[in-house]
């Protein structure tokens, strides 16, 4: 269990935090970013009914939830369909492009192949290890989602789709996790497609664990 400053308390509320499914883009082995629309394959559309079929078991009938998510194509196809198992309407949603992937610059939608060695990649941990030009640093990241916990008053439930570097960032954020040297910021372990874990005042727990890939890194 890891300490929790002040700031970053869910007040007893629980987080529960998605990636969202396989996209054409992760099926093609291709850079992702945030500004094509890539939308889910068969598989990705069955790891959203998986979640939503685990968060409906979970919760038991209990659905009042905030409904957040990046405002992506491919993060707010996977919350429509997790609504539909909790019978929550979809059209409550708080698009925030804060919540957004890690933006890759000049390389979005380039084919990991075809980047010849210009992308230094952390096998182990998943992580990318260079900053695509005109792209984000993880450093990035934190700030933006900072910005998004200070926004919060975690009055309610929270259900959140975001995205595989994004939410690694978010859960060492609220789960107190010290920056990695590497990259100066907290990681969370990465989860395969179709996870969804809960977070409560620093405590995560994995509510369901997908059966698909980590990060393409």
Known sequence: ??????????????LFIARHGETIFNLAGRIQGNDAHTPLTQRGFAQADEMGRA????????SELNLVASDTGRALQTL????????????????DPR???????????IYYSDLDGQLQIDHDRGLFLTQAPRGETYGDIVN?????????????DILLISHGM?????????????PLASIDAPMADSLPQGSMVQI???VETIIHMGAGEGEKA
Not at 166 to 178: A, E, N
Request: aromatic share 8%; hydrophobic share 35%.
């Open 55 to 62: 968060l409906a078991r979970y919760l038991n009938g209990f």
């Open 80 to 95: 429509s369909v997790v609504c539909e198992h909790i019978e929550t309407d979809w059209h409550q949603v708080k698009a």
């Open 166 to 178: 994004t939410s690694r960032v978010l859960r060492g954020l609220l789960t107190g996790l010290p």
């Open 200 to 202: 409560v005042d620093g």
């Open 144 to 156: 933006r989602l900072k910005a998004w916990i200070s926004d919060q008053s975690f009055q309610q």
């Open 1 to 14: 269990m890891n300490g929790l400053s002040s700031n970053l308390n869910t007040r007893g509320k629980r």
């Open 99 to 109: 919540l957004r992937e890690i933006d890759m610059g000049d390389w979005e939608g």
